[in-house]
């Protein structure tokens, strides 16, 4: 009898170990969605895993049940081989998930020293005001150029349509607001996506006989990606990341780690 109630408390404290971890997950995803509307991959992945460990939590013991009933009336090899696909399929799906988490933590630390071009990578433009992500990203290419006086930028992103302005010419501005002289920048203002921004920028590189060895000024959760396309153009490319917000790291971490899939594809 007291093993049997030493069991049930076992259990009880599984499931609410997993209610409250499904729960926290949640937690981390949903800032991005309130605060912005930001609704990507990233946080899509995030709240559904949290939701999805949450539900497991509560519905354990019909899982326990169903397996016993499974094997007490001769099915066991069937229950079994269920559920051994269906654990190596989560299993091979985290092992990869991590793996590329990890090179995308591991792009995202400083690696640009003394590269003379700098692509700083467009963001959204709210009508004429800039994101925090692409404020960001023109402050960590200031203080990079700044570091470095003999570099060049190229200021890379086209205009949506709810955008007033050109993102190449946003960051034009800002950066010229923030003490860059004009005749250091120049303006790529055609690209809508990474892989444009990249082989827009690359375009120019070869016009003006810049060097190909760069520095990419980006989000620092955006850099692997951006030094893969970078790679795919015959740019050799090195970080210099802009932090983003502790509350958008989760997701914005995450959904590169879906981008990245799919460019490897």
Request: aromatic share 8%.
């Amino acid at each position: 009898m007291e093993n049997s109630a030493t069991k049930g408390l076992f259990m009880i404290a599984i499931r609410i170990a997993l209610v409250l971890l499904g729960l926290y997950i949640i937690r981390l995803y949903i800032p991005p969605l309130i605060s912005l509307g930001v609704l990507n991959l990233g946080n899509i992945f995030g709240m559904g895993a949290g939701a999805a460990i949450a539900l497991f939590g509560i519905i354990l013991p019909k899982i326990i049940s169903f397996v016993k009933q499974q094997i007490e009336s001769g099915h066991k090899k069937p229950a079994v081989a269920v559920l051994s696909v269906i654990c190596a399929l989560i299993l091979a799906f985290l092992i990869a998930f991590f793996a590329t988490l990890g090179s995308v933590v591991a792009a995202s630390h400083q690696t640009a020293t003394n590269q003379n071009t700098v692509i700083v990578l467009g963001c959204q433009i709210r009508g004429s005001v800039p994101s925090m992500s692409l404020n960001q990203r023109c402050m960590a290419a200031v203080k990079y150029m700044n570091e470095n006086p003999d570099a060049v930028a190229i200021a890379s992103g086209g205009q949506g349509s709810d955008e007033d302005l050109s993102e190449g010419q946003c960051i034009f501005n800002i950066m010229t607001e923030n003490g860059i002289a004009p005749d250091r920048i120049f303006i790529e203002d055609k690209s809508t996506n990474t892989d444009e921004n990249i082989a827009f920028s690359k375009k120019i590189i070869d016009e003006k006989g810049l060097s190909t060895d760069v520095a990419v000024a980006t989000n620092e959760y955006h850099e692997k990606r951006a030094i893969m396309i970078c790679k795919k153009n015959g740019i050799t490319a090195y970080s210099v990341p802009a932090p983003s917000s502790k509350w958008g790291k989760p997701t914005f971490f995450t959904r590169e780690v879906f981008a990245i899939w799919a460019q490897l594809l």
